[in-house]
């Protein structure tokens, strides 16, 4: 699976960005896709998946509210509307994919080791 992450960029606290995570050579509804970050100095941690089949959303209690995942299975991309963006917020994002059974998805999506395909990051910085 080749994913490409993009859409980062410097915005103002209290603004929005967009992220999109593009797939090839899969199809991307057959995979569980989940958005992870890694702000400097911190461990990765994931904030939001979305699963296979159902569309199930997951997020993490961080970003509940401001951020909502989905996916446009004509595009085979999945997104990432950011909203209501705070400085903690700025970190190296990346897009994950794996087929995870969707009645484990909760459970799984938080840990990093549960996704074997990765985007590169793309670079979000909240700053006034």
């Known amino acids: 699976v080749q994913l490409q992450a993009s859409g980062g960029g410097l915005v103002q606290p209290g603004g929005s960005l967009r992220l999109s995570c593009a797939a090839s050579?899969?199809?991307?509804?057959?995979?569980?896709i989940a958005w992870f970050r890694q702000a400097p100095g911190k461990e990765r941690e994931g904030i939001a998946c979305?699963?296979?089949?159902?569309?199930?959303?997951y997020y993490a209690d961080s970003v509940k509210g401001r951020f909502t995942i989905s996916k446009d299975v004509a595009k085979n991309t999945v997104y990432l509307q950011m909203n209501s963006l705070k400085p903690e917020d700025t970190a190296v994002y990346y897009c994950?994919?794996?087929?995870?059974?969707?009645?484990?998805?909760?459970?799984?999506?938080?840990?990093?080791?549960?996704?074997?395909?990765w985007g590169q990051g793309t670079q979000v910085t909240v700053s006034s």
């Open positions: 050579g899969v199809i991307l509804d057959y995979y569980a």
């Open positions: 979305i699963s296979s089949s159902d569309g199930s959303t």
């Open positions: 994950a994919a794996e087929i995870l059974p969707t009645t484990a998805v909760g459970s799984l999506w938080l840990s990093e080791e549960s996704f074997r395909s």
